[in-house]
Structures are given as C-alpha cells and as structure tokens.
C-alpha cells in the first residue's frame, strides 16, 4: 500500500511532510503515519485505512454535521 511523501495541512494549506518512516513490510491498514506541516508546525497522525471503505458518511466531520443539522432543524 502507497503513503504520500507529503499532503495538504487542513490548517492552513500549506505541505505536510510525512515524518514516519515506511515500515520494512511495507504499510499496512491501521498504521499510523505522522506528517508535520510546514506552514504552521502542527503534527498530524493520519491512520492508513481501506481506500475501498473510505466514504463521506464514514467520517466523524460528516456525523457532527448531521448532528448540527438535525438540531438546528428542531429550533
């Protein structure tokens, strides 16, 4: 499985450099991968998931969306 050298800060935009260094049997689903911004300095530990089970709903941000919505429809 392939990590990215490098990906965007959500922060700021600016590029993360990866900062783990790749495992000798190559990476693995539930890996963690730490990136540092080089922007605004903050770390980032980025877990290696299933590409193929990756979905919008999947996500925590999705769900306390769904939560904002469903209150803010009840006021």
């Not at 300095?41 to 089970?53: G, L, Q, S």
């Amino acid at each position: 499985m392939e990590v990215p050298e490098k990906i965007d800060c959500i922060d700021c935009g600016q590029p993360c450099y990866r900062l783990s260094f790749p495992p000798e049997e190559g990476w693995a689903i539930g890996d963690y991968v730490a990136y540092r911004c080089s922007g605004c300095n903050d770390r980032w530990d980025v877990v290696v998931a299933d590409p193929d089970e990756i979905t919008p709903q999947s996500s925590l941000s999705a769900e306390a969306r769904a939560v904002f919505e469903s209150r803010r429809q009840d006021n």
